[in-house]
């Protein structure tokens, strides 16, 4: 039994112990209040730092953290989207006969945080934000290295979960929060750390192989492509559509001279504190690329 | 075309420029096919949208946008850019 084996066995087993009913994990509350609780960890928010956050008032500041936990939510609910068709692809597929059994928890997994995330913002944000990664072309594999969209796959997944999970840890203890968003986060963080050692694991073993069969200029292509995809992953944190639900540009109209919600965005991704706290958010993701020599050590964010 | 127009279109060509690749001054005319000639990767298409979304100053209805939408600049000026 090698060790993709033997992980698959461990993670098997703690999936069917901790297997439960997501319609019954939760008790939706019939309405919420954006602008007196928060959703999201105010640190966490997209514009936290910057001069606008601090001339938002409270009341604004917690409508704002609101629709950002939507959009959170929203591009799980899309990331997951991608993940579970690419899982059920794979099931059973010639390459992944070992990981059949974890790619079923994994599914299943993944369709119930959609569940939670979906039922948030359907019942309180009325909307799921739409995703701007509108088409999918043009990923770098080759046809004579089917592998080579194996790793692609699990690398986008574990770049997208690992970001993601700094969210959810960090919420996961967040008392400020209203506790449905707490367990939300909870719930994703505690079975994400099932899909991260898998991910890390598979990423590890193809790019290893990959090193020794696939031709530099393909893996200078891949690396490419996945560094534009961290920066795609992130850039989703940053929505205007967002900016304009919580009625900034009224809020803040005379007191920041650029305040609409593309100007709100610029300012957001560009700003010192959003690009710190992007690097620091990241740092476990890239430390595990760079270790296995998939990503370049400096990667600007 | 008004002013405004015309700044906004030489602000998505300019784009284009910076981010495609083997595209030079010369090789980008209206009509060079951007996304199936694998100039626009689809990891560079939510950049050009929020480009364009701050060019004008609106959303653009994601639900309903096609790959032929961005074919070539001709295409993106008359679908997102108007006169």
């Not at chain 1, 692809?89 to 959609?114: A, I, V």
């Not at chain 2, 284009?16 to 694998?38: F, I, Y």
């Amino acid at each position: 039994m090698d060790s993709l084996d033997r992980l698959v066995d461990k993670l098997c087993e703690s999936s069917r112990r901790n297997f439960h009913n997501v319609y019954e994990y939760v008790t939706w509350p019939k309405a919420v209040e954006p602008e007196s609780q928060w959703f999201m960890t105010p640190e966490l928010c997209s514009l936290h730092g910057t001069e606008a956050w601090d001339l938002l008032d409270e009341r604004a500041q917690k409508r704002l953290a609101f629709h950002e936990a939507v959009n959170f939510f929203s591009l799980n609910i899309h990331g997951e989207s991608a993940l579970m068709q690419g899982l059920a692809l794979r099931l059973y597929g010639p390459r992944s006969r070992t990981m059949s059994p974890y790619l079923h928890h994994f599914l299943d997994e993944e369709n119930k945080h959609s569940v939670l995330f979906g039922t948030f913002c359907e019942r309180y944000g009325k909307k799921i934000y739409p995703d701007r990664k509108v088409f999918a072309l043009g990923e770098p594999s080759s046809p004579e290295h089917p592998e080579q969209g194996d790793f692609l796959f699990f690398a986008k997944v574990l770049v997208f979960e690992e970001i993601v999970d700094r969210f959810n840890l960090a919420m996961s203890k967040d008392t400020r929060l209203h506790p449905l968003a707490v367990a939300i986060n909870h719930n994703h963080h505690i079975e994400e750390a099932r899909h991260l050692a898998f991910g890390r694991h598979i990423c590890a073993d193809l790019w290893a192989a990959g090193q020794r069969s696939w031709p530099e200029e393909e893996r200078r292509a891949i690396i490419e492509y996945l560094q534009r995809f961290f920066l795609v992953s992130w850039r989703e944190y940053y929505n205007p559509d967002v900016y304009r639900d919580a009625g900034l540009e009224t809020a803040l109209h005379g007191r920041v001279s650029k305040c609409n919600p593309w100007q709100l965005q610029s300012l957001a991704w560009e700003h010192p504190a959003s690009v710190a706290r992007r690097a620091a958010m990241s740092e476990k993701c890239k430390t595990f690329f760079a270790q296995i020599s998939a990503l370049p050590e400096v990667m600007a964010l | 075309m008004t002013t405004l127009a015309t700044t906004a279109r030489e602000e998505v060509r300019n784009w284009v420029l910076l981010h495609a690749k083997d595209l030079s001054e010369a090789s980008l005319t209206d009509t060079t096919p951007l996304l199936e000639a694998r100039h626009i990767t689809s990891l560079l298409v939510p950049d050009l949208l929020l480009l364009l979304e701050s060019l004008r100053q609106e959303p653009i209805d994601l639900a309903n946008l096609k790959a032929g939408d961005l074919r070539d600049l001709r295409t993106i000026y008359a679908r997102f850019l108007p006169e």
